[in-house]
């Protein structure tokens, strides 16, 4: 069984930046996509990104293209989320998973997460 366990939240002025980490154990992390999602008080788990194994093929929501980054090193077990000109809007609880089976935005496909870390954008 796979574990994910995230860090680097925390609270930030609107326009600053953070840097998300994902380290997973349990299972080779290599052979498997990873995503990262959000969620608010009141509102549905929301895609943010996804990367492939090997890095080729990466998807973003529209509403952080140009902000966001994700990566990984598949050395080092882990996923990250680069986090620039944060706003408000971006305030949630993120999640990483992974062991994808269909549509990386959709949260039911992905079969395992991680705890998630509070990101607190003030304005």
């Known amino acids: 069984q796979v574990q994910l366990v995230e860090s680097g939240g925390g609270l930030v002025q609107a326009g600053g930046s953070l840097r998300l980490s994902c380290a997973a154990s349990g299972r080779t992390f290599s052979n498997y996509a990873m995503g990262w999602f959000r969620q608010s008080p009141g509102k549905e788990r929301e895609f943010v990104a996804s990367i492939s194994s090997n890095s080729r093929i990466i998807y973003y929501t529209d509403s952080v293209k140009g902000r966001f980054t994700i990566s990984r090193d598949n050395a080092k077990n882990t996923v990250y989320l680069q986090m620039n000109s944060l706003k408000p809007e971006d305030t949630a609880v993120y999640y990483c998973?992974?062991?994808?089976?269909?549509?990386?935005?959709?949260?039911?496909?992905?079969?395992?997460w991680g705890q998630g870390t509070q990101v607190t954008v003030s304005s």
């Open positions: 998973a992974t062991d994808n089976r269909g549509d990386y935005s959709v949260p039911n496909y992905w079969k395992s």
